[in-house]
């Protein structure tokens, strides 16, 4: 049905008004130009990085005392998820930035080193994370590496991280380690690693079924640099009441980008089947209404979650409660397993032709981008981790 | 039904005939209008003329079929269905 005016991109929430909107659309047209290349050679997405550095995009959320935007979690879950519809890889790397980079105002106090890489971010640099590490398994809430002290106010760090996302093309990776020699593998710090005080040895290639462009090689990582690069917050912190919600509600807007695409191909299928026999609503058309229900309730989970998480921000009570770590790893956990089946769905509407490899209604990408959604902190530690949290409260946020 | 020539000649976008008549054919065979297709002024209103949103999405089909094009979904507007000139200038730019 033809309805009153709607937004241009069916499927997701664009804002008439939204001050992002136009520079989106410039990188989400780079993005889409190189996605199948950047999947198939499993190449960073470089066009797509240098598009969202020149267009603010990196700098969005960059608050306006530090001479930012000052991106609202929903205004960024908006960008993540049309950037998710043209390059899932594109998607994930500002996602990853930005659980990240907001981590620096909101965590990281006045120390010089900090504030410095706060103007970095401001100007466009790209963060990238180093928080796993090789024999502690994917916990990144616990670390076997330290900060070592040097002399005169200088630091050491070295970690065999399994997986540091888009590591060569990043400007900083903010590493987790123990405070110090002697703490316990859960008193971790945040530390700022800058590319010309930090040497990167390749471990492991990544070679994966999808989001292969977020080039999430092994690296052995050594850093040397000033203690002032150290935030503020122990990471225990910054991890409740940031990094955690943040990567959770724009990790699930990047997937919620990856199912809108797959349903847009589905509806370009059904309309083709549609024309010809005009008049005959084709079989397609039931399943791609199903399909619709299914993407506005997860349309509806992510930017709710987002739009909470403005709403509480700055209220580290609300952020550090079990019902909120609960409700974080809800989205995560339903938007990952929603997404494979959505893109699933819209596989069966397409037919042969979202079974093709390539082509202009393929689902194959889709499909195999949104298998990465469960695995990458997998579903099931998370569903762990609630078991225990569970137990102490019943509340719905 | 009032049809005015005055305003249909100063109307600014000239669409090509074969496209004004594969609306029109469109529109006679599945907008369901209260009066003949092929009779309407190019700028009448076709919701007065009996337009459902429910008979527009047919409408788009045949255009679509006949002069193989596809409306962008930032075309699917009410408005763009309302008369055989917006639909005809609008499956010009889709093409």
Redesign the interface.
């Known amino acids: 049905?033809?309805?009153?005016?709607?937004p241009?991109?069916?499927g997701t929430t664009v804002s008439a008004v939204d001050r992002f909107a136009e520079r989106t659309a410039l990188v989400v047209d780079i993005a889409a130009r190189y996605a199948d290349e950047v999947d198939r050679d499993a190449r960073p997405p470089r066009e797509a990085i240098a598009a969202m550095k020149e267009h603010g995009l990196l700098a969005a959320a960059v608050p306006v005392e530090h001479g930012g935007e000052g991106a609202t979690l929903a205004e960024l879950s908006v960008i993540a998820t049309e950037l998710g519809r043209a390059c899932a890889a594109t998607a994930m790397v500002f996602a990853m930035h930005h659980g990240q980079a907001m981590a620096l105002w909101r965590h990281g106090g006045v120390a010089l080193g900090v504030t410095a890489m706060i103007e970095a971010v401001r100007d466009g640099a790209l963060v990238a994370s180093s928080t796993t590490e090789r024999g502690i398994g994917g916990d990144a809430r616990r670390s076997t590496c330290a900060i070592e002290p040097d002399q005169a106010g200088r630091i050491r760090l070295r970690k065999d991280a399994p997986v540091i996302s888009y590591a060569t093309e990043a400007d900083a990776i903010l590493v987790t380690a123990r405070r110090d020699l002697d703490a316990p593998a859960s008193d971790q710090r945040l530390v700022i690693a800058l590319p010309a005080e930090t040497t990167l040895t390749q471990t492991s290639t990544w070679d994966t079924l999808g989001l292969r462009g977020t080039c999430s090689n092994g690296w052995l990582l050594d850093t040397e640099t000033h203690e002032d690069r150290v935030l503020r917050d122990d990471y225990a912190t910054i991890s409740a009441r940031t990094v955690l919600p943040v990567s959770h509600v724009l990790w699930a807007s990047v997937w919620l980008g990856i199912a809108a695409d797959a349903a847009d191909r589905a509806r370009?299928a059904v309309?083709k089947q549609?024309?010809?026999a005009?008049?005959q609503t084709p079989p397609g058309a039931l399943r791609l209404a199903e399909l619709l229900v299914d993407l506005q309730t997860m349309a509806d989970a992510v930017r709710h979650a987002a739009a909470r998480f403005d709403q509480v921000a700055d209220d580290p009570e609300v952020l550090e409660s079990t019902a909120y770590a609960l409700a974080a790893n809800a989205l995560k956990i339903g938007s990952s397993e929603r997404v494979t089946d959505l893109v699933t769905q819209a596989l069966r509407i397409v037919g042969i032709a979202g079974f093709a490899a390539t082509g202009e209604l393929s689902i194959a990408r889709h499909l195999r981008d949104a298998h990465g959604a469960a695995v990458m902190v997998s579903n099931d530690r998370l569903l762990q981790n609630d078991a225990a949290l569970a137990l102490m409260t019943g509340a719905i946020l | 039904m009032h049809q005015d020539p005055t305003s249909a000649a100063t109307a600014v976008a000239l669409v090509a005939p074969t496209t004004e008549l594969a609306v029109r054919r469109a529109l006679a065979d599945h907008g369901r209008l209260v009066v003949d297709a092929m009779d309407v002024a190019s700028i009448a209103d076709l919701y007065a003329l009996g337009l459902t949103s429910h008979a527009t999405v047919n409408v788009m089909l045949a255009v679509e079929n006949e002069l193989d094009v596809e409306f962008p979904d930032a075309a699917l507007h009410r408005s763009t269905f309302a008369t055989i000139e917006s639909i005809a200038t609008a499956a010009e730019t889709a093409a």
């Open positions: 049905m033809i309805t009153e005016e709607r241009a991109s069916a370009r309309r549609a024309r010809a005009v008049g």
